[in-house]
């Protein structure tokens, strides 16, 4: 799904829903997981909604308002694909907080009448007092409206507060617009400064996982082998062993003491098997243990064994001695010594409820500062108190646990691999550009306040939109509206700056740290909002999906095309993909010049389009309109804009550590570490277009390196590939020749290769088989 929507198809059909639906029931009836099983019948249960909102008109997909009597601003209930369920996030039927301010305000328990409340003095004082303490939370944007409302009342703007509630006033009983109130203060928006402290998860997260933890099965089987059974076995085996004589049991008879040791070992037996569920072998008559018992019943009762059963009890005998030693010798004291070490290591359940008495003792909804002190070994007052052995160490596994919810600057949570991938730093910069775009608000709650919606607005998902329409922004709901001239009375200079410093932190960490990965949409978003708000006036651009993809481009792909052609005129990255970038700058001051088309209403620029059409060599007709087709324009304009790094480089001005010799060299790295995932891979071509992806950033890097590093870096691509299967090099052999030909200054020919065909420019899109499979 693209989560801009700058490319929809004209028309949402009902068969992806439908799909889905389906997809959904098989998994509620077959899976054999509960849980899934019940998450499953919800996801059916919200498709049917889908489904049954479209047939009955209530819901038109593709639209900036799907759902019939609700504005683009109300948050939607958004399934996969962008399909909205018809259910506003804010709606449904009351929270229990407002079931419960209701009760403290003295109205009925309807929202209609906790919004007609907060209009009251005395509502406005409640809201002053949850301002000013900062005790509220925002789950969905609407919760903050009522909040900005009393903001402007409070400050004289009574105008504005008047038209916000106007505009409110029609869902005020449907939707909650009443903050939710919560002990913990709201987090302040700090500095505008990537180095700010953030969290991927929360301290009541990691609870919550730990809560699910459940008791490893073969683990806890195992334990219960080591401690009950295993000394048990051992106790039968010396038993047995005093009727022995040269090594053979029952050469001896049985006097009547040794059948009442017997009969007690039974009655032991009996306890431990009622006791103790876990294993199983030891009913088996077939094992050692069960024929040792199974003779003893026998002796004990008075009956002699038979050939058979006294054969099997001497073997049963001999294997145990045989395999472990006699009981009390040095091996076998040595052996069970350890086992019952490792029997009596505390389990990771046992030790997940120590960490949640630990966490217990910290805020719940912030990340943690202090990561060290929660992972000790357990202490003297802790084994007293949980029985829990003094020293025991915390697992990795509950460590990872904790570590994850650690609250850190982004960089630090990426070095220490909290972030292991560009998608969830994605999830986190909304913390930082909460913070960077609050902070052009003077007054210190309002900026507070915008920074809890901000991060509230970023939890909307995306709809598919029809016809180059764009997304909700945050600027867009009405109340962020109504108190946009707050922040105009502050921007300037210094803010703009700031911005601009988060931007290029960002933008710099995120190549760094993944310089073999695309830049994923939510990122780009992030990176878009900071963009404006430093008014740099160049564009960030999505990555659109090929299998909705109506071959037009919104005007600000050809802008980044420009900003390319002046960062790479004249590099290896134009030789190679065979660009004119003097061409392009032509293009894109020529349509600057002129009206840019508009198709279904939005801006379109028809020159670019052309161009990757052109460079793709997709054809006309039902060929043009496949997914890889699609992929293939796509994978142009990727080239031609470099999908953002040009615009990072050239006007952001990141300059990722320790260079871009380095950082070609990682993403080579990248691109073998994919390639290598190709073989015997039934649906090979997602791998080869990341691969294909990667080789691209590779290029861009290599282009910014002086000739000499350039020379040095393709020197070291035999030693590279070397570590990695033989087939790697194979596969990747017809590019490496297309990029040594191309770095000594040659060409490639118009389909892409050269040398009779044992090179070939890398792309990751095809319409027919590509060539790397």
Not at 461 to 479: G, K, M
Not at 661 to 677: I, K
Not at 735 to 740: D, R, W
Request: aromatic letters at 6%; hydrophobic letters at 40%.
């Amino acid at each position: 799904m693209d989560d801009n929507a700058e490319q929809q198809p004209r028309t949402a059909a009902a068969a992806y829903p439908a799909a889905q639906l389906a997809k959904a029931f098989t998994t509620a009836l077959t899976h054999e997981d509960a849980d899934t099983r019940r998450r499953a019948e919800e996801r059916g249960q919200r498709w049917r909604a889908v489904l049954a909102g479209m047939a009955a008109g209530r819901l038109t997909a593709g639209s900036r308002t799907p759902v019939a009597g609700l504005p683009a601003w109300v948050t939607l209930e958004v399934v996969r694909g962008g399909f909205a369920t018809g259910t506003a996030s804010a709606g449904g039927p009351l929270q229990p907080y407002e079931t419960e301010a209701a009760r403290q305000f003295g109205v009925p328990a309807e929202r209609r009448a906790l919004f007609a409340h907060c209009l009251s003095d005395a509502g406005l004082a409640w809201l002053w007092a949850r301002l000013d303490s900062g005790r509220y939370e925002i789950g969905v944007p609407e919760e903050a409206a009522l909040l900005t409302m009393a903001w402007l009342v409070r400050h004289g703007e009574t105008d504005a507060a008047l038209d916000l509630a106007a505009e409110l006033e029609p869902f005020a009983d449907q939707l909650r617009f009443l903050p939710r109130p919560t002990d913990v203060p709201a987090q302040a928006s700090g500095a505008a400064d990537a180095g700010a402290a953030v969290h991927r998860y929360t301290v009541s997260d990691s609870v919550d996982t730990l809560i699910r933890r459940r008791h490893n099965a073969a683990v806890e089987t195992q334990r219960e082998a080591l401690a009950v059974w295993q000394p048990f076995g051992d106790a039968m085996l010396v038993h047995w062993l005093e009727t022995a004589r040269d090594g053979r049991v029952l050469e001896l008879a049985p006097d009547t003491d040794w059948l009442a040791r017997g009969a007690a070992l039974l009655d032991r037996y009996r306890l431990l098997a009622a006791e103790h569920t876990r294993c199983t072998k030891h009913r088996s008559p077939r094992q050692n243990l069960g024929i040792l018992r199974g003779a003893l019943e026998e002796t004990v009762a008075g009956r002699p064994l038979d050939a058979r059963r006294l054969g099997l009890l001497r073997h049963a005998v001999d294997s145990m001695v045989r395999r472990r030693g006699l009981p009390g010798s040095a091996p076998h004291t040595a052996l069970r010594r350890e086992q019952a070490r490792q029997a009596a290591l505390p389990s990771h359940h046992a030790l997940a409820q120590l960490m949640l008495r630990r966490l217990a003792e910290l805020p719940q909804d912030s990340g943690i500062i202090e990561v060290p002190p929660l992972l000790t070994p357990v202490t003297e007052q802790e084994e007293h108190e949980t029985g829990l052995p003094t020293g025991a160490e915390v697992p990795p596994v509950i460590r990872q646990v904790v570590e994850y919810a650690l609250s850190a600057p982004i960089g630090t949570l990426v070095e220490r691999g909290v972030v292991p991938s560009a998608e969830v730093l994605a999830e986190l910069v909304p913390q930082l550009v909460a913070a960077t775009t609050a902070s052009a608000y003077g007054d210190e709650t309002l900026r507070a306040l915008m920074a809890a919606n901000y991060r509230a607005f970023r939890n909307r998902r995306s709809l598919l939109l029809l016809n180059l329409d764009r997304q909700v922004r945050v600027e867009e709901l009405p109340w962020v509206r109504a108190v946009s001239g707050q922040r105009a009375a502050v921007l300037g200079k210094p803010d703009e700056e700031g911005a601009l410093t988060v931007l290029r932190q960002l933008g710099e960490l995120a190549v760094q740290a993944f310089p073999g990965t695309v830049l994923p949409n939510p990122l780009v978003r992030e990176l878009g909002v900071l963009a404006r708000r430093c008014d740099l006036g160049v564009p960030f651009v999505e990555e659109l999906a090929a299998d909705i993809f109506m071959g037009t481009f919104s005007p600000k792909f050809l802008k980044s095309a420009r900003v390319a052609a002046e960062l790479l005129r004249g590099t290896l990255y134009e030789r190679y993909y065979g660009i004119d970038y003097a061409a392009i700058r032509n293009l894109a001051i020529a349509e600057t010049g002129e009206a840019l088309s508009r198709s279904y209403g939005a801006r379109t620029s028809p020159g670019f389009a052309r161009l990757c059409t052109e460079r793709a060599g997709t054809a006309s007709g039902s060929d043009s309109w496949s997914v890889a087709a699609n992929g293939k324009v796509i994978e142009q304009a990727q080239i031609l804009t470099t999908h953002n790094l040009a615009t990072l480089v050239h006007r952001v001005g990141i300059a990722p550590q320790p260079g871009w010799s380095d950082l070609a060299r990682r993403c080579f790295g990248t691109v073998c570490r994919l390639t290598a995932q190709v073989h015997n891979n039934k649906r090979p071509l997602p791998t080869i277009k990341d691969a294909a992806y990667a080789w691209r950033q590779m290029l861009f890097a290599l282009s910014l390196c002086p000739p000499d590093e350039q020379r040095q870096f393709l020197t070291t691509l035999d030693e590279e590939t070397a570590r990695h299967p033989a087939h790697v090099r194979s596969r990747l052999a017809p590019a490496l020749a297309g990029l040594v030909r191309t770095a000594e200054g040659g060409t490639f020919d118009a389909d892409g290769t050269a040398d009779g065909g044992r090179a070939h420019r890398f792309l990751g899109w095809s319409t027919g088989r590509h060539w790397m499979r």
